[in-house]
């Protein structure tokens, strides 16, 4: 089943094409990591499925028009991890997490004993139980990057949009949230599409990588046949060595010229 | 609702109760505190209780005191709850119910039917609406200048309000310095008062305002997925831009209600809110219910100070507020963590 699937996607922003003309679809339970350089519209993109900006041609959930949800349905369907979220610094991490069962709460009512247990659910997965009374200023980088996941689990929505999940965190962060990612879909059916910056990462927790480039598809396929050394030269302006081990390449280095 | 929110909701309603005693209690006549309940009690239908008290005493509790406690509790209850909504919707912990040009609005309309207009304003009470329109046309004036000037932002929306606040403060203090013999009566009304005359202002009021609040608590959930920001609240399902639209608008009309009645009464807006939010936490399905009924009675608090500091001259209200309320204001944005 195709989980999600773009045809034709444009999106301009302040009257530049950002994002043009991306076809795109995306299986069931399969994870897609959006590459290319800064500016390439992977953000831009990400939020174009999530409903957040008006887009020219088709984006369908499911088998669905995105255009023809409403604003809750595309919450049932899919959650966004955005680049960077904006944190009520006194807000206890359970209040916050309660939040993403949003879509599922009645318009002025109050949540059901089903939205608290899918919360506790999401906290006990990203283990954040004894962090439920804490206000979100008192946690460290890493751990907030798990509350706002933890948020986005509790959506229990079937696609999950991750923007940039590791900017800002150290290796071993980087190194934990996408393990808790990859956790999660073995856990049950979950898609992921993500927006990535560190190809090493993308190589290794991927199972097909997209490269945009000035807005457009340029390259897709598995990791390890999209990020190459010609490839990544072309089109990040880079001179890099891809590094392999027996089961292929598992590492992007950049190369100083002249060394 | 949860325990947990019952406990506090039972005591700012204690609160409440208490601060409706002590103004009915407080005034040159004394009542005492058990006659008052008795006369309340005997004017309940089938229960038989005779009011000790003579008839005078009887109309200054009923007609002058009463009138004037549950006109302070609705105003204090308004400008609070919609201090908090404004908090709410656009992230700045700053933000108050005048913030958007209501009150300089208000104060033009007011000083202008007084100025111009003072036979028709005196023999039919035009006051209060000539303030009710003239803050509608700030927050209009306003509104439209700020989504001209940076669309969605609310940083410019904020810019716009205080851009048509300094213009029509301007055209304000213009004109009442041209008409120097109504001086004392605009600055009175400016300052804020709660003088009333038997139940009548309460019942011009009362409609806006808790129709306002009504509006207002039932996005009492809503406003904490809108602290999350636009864009997660939008991911969320919720209807941003509607939102902000519906709750600023019952904010505005409660707001414009109880200043076109009791003239400028600062900082109800700011202290109220940001006392509930140091203690009991952002949890805006706590701080709005407790924000009116916290504001109801901080006011009529304030009111019995204002009326008996320098009896039998009276403080104007507005003074007393911003006297307490300029220092905490300070306060709170030197504390302030989420100004955003």
Known sequence: MTALALDGVSVALGGTRVVDGVSLTVDDGEWVTLIGPNGAGKSTLLRAIAGLVPFEGEIALGGTPLRSLRRREVARRLALVPQSPLLPPDLPVAQYVLLGRTPHVGAFAAESARDHAAAARALERLELADFVKRPLHALSGGEQQRVVLARAIAQEAPLLLLDEPTTALDIGRQQQALELVAELRAHGPLTVVSAMHELTLALQYADRAVLLAEGRVVASGPPAEIVTEQLIAEHYHADVRVIANGDGPVAVVPRRPGR | MTASRRLPIACAALFLAGAGLVGLLVGPVSLGALPILRSALSHLPLLHVHSPLSGPDDAILWQLRAPRVVLGALVGGMLALAGASY??????????PYLLGIAAGAGLGATLAIV????????????????????????????????????????????AGVTVTSFLTAVQTFVQQQHSQSLQEVYSWILGHLDTAGWHDDALVAPYILVSAVVILFHRRVLDVLSVGDEEAATLGVNVRRTRLVVVAAATVGTAGAVAISGLIGFVGIIVPHAIRLVLGPSYRLILPLSFLGGAGFLVLTDVIARSVMAPAELPIGVVTMFFGAPFFGIVLRTSRSFA
């Not at chain 2, 908090?87 to 108050?96: I, S, T």
């Not at chain 2, 306003?142 to 001209?148: C, D, K, M, V």
Request: glycine residues 12%; neutral net charge; hydrophobic residues 50%.
């Open chain 2, 87 to 96: 908090q709410g919707v656009f992230r700045n912990p700053l933000a108050d």
């Open chain 2, 116 to 159: 111009y207009a003072p036979d028709v304003v005196h023999s039919y009470d035009l006051t209060p609406l000539a303030a009710f329109a003239g803050g509608a046309v700030g927050v209009v004036a306003a509104y439209a200048l700020g989504r001209s000037a940076g669309g969605r932002s609310t940083a410019s929306l904020i810019l």
